[in-house]
C-alpha cells in the first residue's frame, strides 16, 4: 500500500500556508499604505513556500487525484511569480497587484476546473468550491485591471483577494483530499476514483 505521509505532508502544508496568506491579507488590509519593500518580501517568501508545497501535492498521489493535479504548473508557476516579487521589492504597489492578481486569477480557474470534476465524484461541497472559484477570479482579475482604484482602494482589495485566494484553498483541500488508505476486503488497495471514472467514460457500450 502507497504510504499516506506525502499526502498529509502536503494537506498540511497547503493549510497552513493558506492560513498565512489569510493573515497576510488582513495586515494589508489593516495597513493597506505599508512598505513596498516589506509587503513585496512577504509575499515573494509566502509563495515560494506555497510553490515548494504544490509540487510537493502533485508528487503525493493523493486518492481522488483532484485537489493537486495542477500543481505541477500552478507550483511552478508560484516559484517563478514569488522570485520575481523578491527581486524586485522596490517595486510599486500597481507591480505586486499585476503579480499577484495573475497568480489568483490563474490559481482560481484551476479551482474552477477541480469543482467541475469534483461533481461526478459525488463530492457535495463542489458547489461551494465552485462558487469560492469564481469569486477568487474575479478578485485576480480586477487585480490585473485596476480600474482606476486610489493606493488604500487598492491595497485593501490586494488584502481581500489574498484571504479569498486562502480561504479557496482551505476548502479545496476539506473537500477534495482524502489522506485514508482504502483497501478491498481482499486487503489490496482500491483503485483512485479519477482514473475508474475516467476508464468508465471512454469503455465501450453494449
Known sequence: MRTAMPVKTAKIGYL??????????????????ASMRTLGMLCGLTMLAFGLVKLVGYFSKDLFRLAFENDLSSGILMLVLGASLLLHTDGTLNFF???IGILILADGLFKVQIAADARP???RQ?????????????????????PGASVNLLGRLLGVSLILEGTMN????????????RRTA???CVRSPRVSW???????TG
Open 198 to 204: 475516467k476508464r468508465a467514460r471512454i469503455s465501450p
Open 186 to 188: 481482499r486487503g489490496s
Open 126 to 146: 463542489w458547489a461551494l468550491l465552485m462558487t469560492a472559484a469564481i469569486i477568487t477570479a474575479a478578485c485576480g482579475c480586477l487585480l490585473i485591471f485596476r
Open 121 to 123: 465524484f459525488g463530492i
Open 16 to 33: 497552513v500556508m493558506s492560513g498565512l496568506l489569510c493573515l497576510l491579507g488582513v495586515l494589508v488590509i489593516c495597513d493597506p499604505g
Open 170 to 181: 482551505i476548502i479545496t483541500m476539506l473537500t477534495t483530499v482524502s489522506t485514508a488508505a
Open 97 to 99: 497587484c499585476t503579480v
